[in-house]
T-cell receptor, first 115, second 117 residues
Framework: SQELEQSPQSLIVQEGKNLTINCTSSKTLYGLYWYKQKYGEGLIFLMMLQKGGEEKSHEKITAKLDEKKQQSSLHITASQPSHAGIYLCGAASTANAGNNRKLIWGLGTSLAVNP | DTEVTQTPKHLVMGMTNKKSLKCEQHMGHRAMYWYKQKAKKPPELMFVYSYEKLSINESVPSRFSPECPNSSLLNLHLHALQPEDSALYLC????????????????FGPGTRLTVT
């Protein structure tokens, strides 16, 4: 079964609109990563969250990790065509540092931004 | 500099060919990774090297052979591949989790698009 659930699976928004992507687990997450991928290209690291309640922002993208460290949201303000792509959440599911080289992944959210 | 480079960008090979994928990083990272990604799927971990030693092999078929000649380079040697091995192969690197006892973000290369005919 998929350990990280991402929603929505796909999203089409009008340029300038705000949007939110969610990433949820039934287990405690010890490191939550957000990546963006353009089709056929590598993953671009966006942000990493580790502490419950943590929030980080970069330009118009804000990511939060809930207090229980089981859910994260990625919020884009005033979306632009350059935000289009696939957003993936990945997580370390164990507190054992030696084991958390292997991440679990959500299935991704495909975002299209119409001009 | 957070760049991971991969060569070649595209590769087409027959089932009897031998080829290699190359990956390089100069961030001083001591953990390096190979992933395989099929269309519309997340990356699947294949191998992890930690301090130039293989630490994780996710039951990958022996037709894929990784090599880490030094701390900056990672190779993936390919031999007798099958058409179903066609995919995007991604390399990544990170600080090793043993350093500091926490997880670290992985930085990915642009990938090699492999087609097996």
């Amino acid at each position: 079964s998929q350990e990280l659930e991402q929603s929505p699976q796909s999203l089409i928004v009008q340029e300038g609109k705000n949007l939110t992507i969610n990433c949820t687990s039934s287990k405690t997450l010890y490191g939550l990563y957000w990546y963006k991928q353009k089709y056929g290209e590598g993953l671009i690291f966006l942000m990493m969250l580790q502490k419950g309640g943590e929030e980080k922002s970069h330009e118009k993208i804000t990511a939060k990790l809930d207090e229980k460290k089981q859910q994260s949201s990625l919020h884009i303000t005033a979306s632009q065509p350059s935000h289009a792509g696939i957003y993936l959440c990945g997580a370390a599911s164990t507190a054992n540092a030696g084991n958390n080289r292997k991440l679990i992944w959500g299935l991704g959210t495909s975002l299209a931004v119409n001009p | 500099d957070t760049e991971v480079t991969q060569t070649p960008k595209h590769l087409v090979m027959g089932m009897t060919n031998k080829k290699s994928l190359k990956c390089e990083q100069h961030m001083g990272h001591r953990a390096m990774y190979w992933y395989k990604q099929k269309a519309k799927k997340p990356p699947e971990l294949m191998f992890v090297y930690s301090y130039e030693k293989l630490s994780i092999n996710e039951s990958v078929p022996s037709r894929f052979s990784p090599e880490c000649p030094n701390s900056s380079l990672l190779n993936l040697h390919l031999h007798a591949l099958q058409p179903e091995d066609s995919a995007l192969y991604l390399c990544a690197s990170s600080q090793d989790p043993r350093r500091g006892g926490r997880s670290y973000e992985q930085y990915f290369g642009p990938g090699t698009r492999l087609t097996v005919t």
